[in-house]
């Protein structure tokens, strides 16, 4: 753990901020090694919650078997502070990224996302050119409607990759992501289940083919330990549990007292008894998770602590804006006062920041989000 | 113009990332400088937009008489290359903020923004502790709700302040943003209109109190024309004219074309004749401006340029989800096209990237976003 600064006190640091409580994140990524661990699966944390080497580390001396990343900027990040086992769950199509992927295939074991002939096309081209074998895996659309092959186009398209000699199909993988969908189930552990079942058959279906599916790679926070416990399922990929934050909490998958990351802020403004304005506003606090909308109706875009019915309503660029309800307006929060507010999303919040405070009883080390913010 | 690493051709960007075109940005810059110089109002432009010093020198270049910034460490970045007028328009509440302030305010002409009597005895305070008088502005809210010290009471509250030796009042400010609530009119003149007179007519009963105000500083990109029309308003801080962007095309201020930033994706799947994924989601374009919101109605994260009935319809944090139209199927973008994509709102889509590249011709010269992503 490179601290980037000295420890900090509670009194010298500056909002806003984010602050994760090291305690609770270490109980996080034990819990979700453990369910892991006992289902029998691999753990695979997806590392765009955090996007520090030095966390990922963590998880795997918890026990994850390898981790996952978005982008083959990160993966570089991550191989270059020590991590040799790296998924990159996105489709690569650009000739400079699979470069950058071959190169980094040389060094670690590499495994990239594919999900279209054209890209298994692309990749093979490179790969044939450097006389290397790049290990792939096959990602299949469970109805998110985001990357993907469509289901039913899964098996012929397997058979092509399969036939790539330059490519190595091992796997499979999905995010379903169906418990996010307005219109899902909050049921987890029917959809999770339905994850698993879903590509368990597929991997089945493979098989039959003559496709040597070794890898069933399902799962988020809200569903993975479901989906681990389907037989055929070998491994998930959650992100958020290692801080979780509101919405987690709110699917009930963890206690607000399991988010490990606060936004630190401070009222600079109390115009009326009912409103009061903090200095963080949407370059502070993520905004994709929307308030008021299906599944999950949050109100407002975090959970402020000690004001049960005080509502984070509005956010500019700058400035928060919390409606006060009587008991807060009982509370009185005065100018200067801080407040510690669990986002909504700590991942996309997380990645507003160039650093992250980490408390250890006392002392608060600022920490760099070495992963975020790449030009690519 | 300190670029931070050598020009890159087109072919060899990576996506996802901002590209501006230099041209476009510069005859805005010259634009707003001349609207304001014609009305004879001083420009003071909010860098919130850029957060580059180099930006804001081309600004004073063109005519503005100082920048606004909306954090201490803004303004500390733009002092430390060259910028000696700067206006932070957010109260500053906390010690250390201030005792910055009044670090900075030795070197430059630094004004800050003040709210309230507790906002305000605590600069004066310790301004007073270093033997100095720092310059504020009274901010008053005409509407919307955020910070600034209601109407009705700012009379009073300058009154208070005006009395404080610390502290040199010399003028107040607004920003009314009318335009951009849900409720409110899109007739901009009128708008504009309003928060001159307003701000105008409170700063003649400031003055009837024996309170000299001399800046009266309104206005945004969609309403500082026209507010800097009323008799009585001395000064505009518009700040996303600089870029411009989808919303102010909304607005009717501006065309797409003098739009100067573009998100660069490239299409990584494409998994029906429907649907193109992208390599950007909600990690790459700012989500704080919501598609389907009154009283825009933008439909989709951005404008894609060249598929007229395309809508970047959903985001996750790395995959940006497109819906083809009946024409752009036909355009049919294949995995690996590039797509040039107008965010709907700049600021905070700029505020998500380290950096930023600026066409200039065929050249493309990556630009760090010096003030962002600050610990404060």
Redesign the interface.
């Given at each position: 753990m490179t601290n980037n600064s000295k420890p900090l006190q509670a009194a010298?640091i500056?909002?806003?901020?984010i602050v994760i409580d090291t305690d609770t994140m270490e109980r996080n990524i034990v819990r979700m090694a453990e369910a892991a661990s006992c289902r029998k699966v691999k753990l695979r944390p997806h590392t765009?919650t955090h996007k520090m080497p030095w966390i990922a580390h963590r998880q795997l001396e918890a026990g994850a078997a390898g981790i996952t990343v978005?982008?083959v900027s990160e993966a570089e990040v991550m191989a270059e502070h020590g991590i040799t086992d790296i998924f990159i769950a996105?489709?690569?199509?650009?000739p400079?990224?699979i470069e950058r992927a071959l190169s980094l295939s040389r060094r670690i074991r590499l495994i990239v996302g594919v999900?279209?002939f054209?890209?298994a096309q692309?990749l093979a081209e490179i790969a044939g050119r450097h006389g290397h074998v790049l290990e792939v895996r096959l990602e299949i659309?469970t109805g998110l409607?985001?990357?993907?092959?469509?289901f039913e186009q899964a098996p012929a398209l397997a058979a092509q990759i399969h036939g790539m000699k330059e490519l190595r199909l091992t796997g499979i993988y999905t995010f379903r992501?169906a418990v996010y969908q307005h219109k899902a189930t909050l049921d987890l552990q029917t959809a999770g289940e339905e994850e698993g079942r879903i590509m368990a058959g597929m991997a089945e279906r493979l098989r039959e083919q003559g496709i040597p599916v070794a890898d069933v790679s399902v799962g988020s926070t809200p569903t993975g330990a479901y989906a681990a416990a389907v037989e055929g399922v070998t491994e998930i990929r959650p992100g958020t549990y290692v801080f979780n934050d509101r919405m987690q909490a709110r699917f009930g998958v963890c206690g607000l007292d399991d988010c490990a990351g606060r936004v630190w802020a401070?009222?600079?403004?109390?115009?009326?008894a009912d409103?009061a304005?903090i200095?963080g506003g949407?370059?502070t606090f993520?905004?994709?998770v929307?308030p008021n909308t299906e599944p999950l109706l949050l109100q407002g875009f975090g959970y402020i602590e000690g004001l049960e019915d005080a509502v984070l309503e509005?956010?500019?660029?700058?400035?928060g804006?919390i409606r006060l309800g009587p008991q807060s307006q009982l509370a009185n929060p005065?100018?200067?006062d801080r407040l510690r507010i669990i986002p909504n999303h700590i991942?996309?919040t997380v990645?507003?920041?160039?650093?992250v405070l980490f408390r250890r009883g006392d002392a608060y080390e600022?920490m760099t989000v070495l992963g975020?913010?790449?030009?690519?």
């Open positions: 010298d500056e909002t806003p901020c765009k978005a982008k996105f489709p690569l199509v650009s400079s990224k999900d279209s054209e890209g692309r659309d409607r985001r990357s993907g092959v469509l992501g401070t009222v600079v403004s109390r115009p009326s409103l304005v200095d949407s370059k993520a905004t994709d929307q509005r956010l500019s660029e700058e400035h804006m005065q100018v200067g991942c996309s990645n507003l920041h160039n650093q600022p975020r913010g790449k030009l690519e």
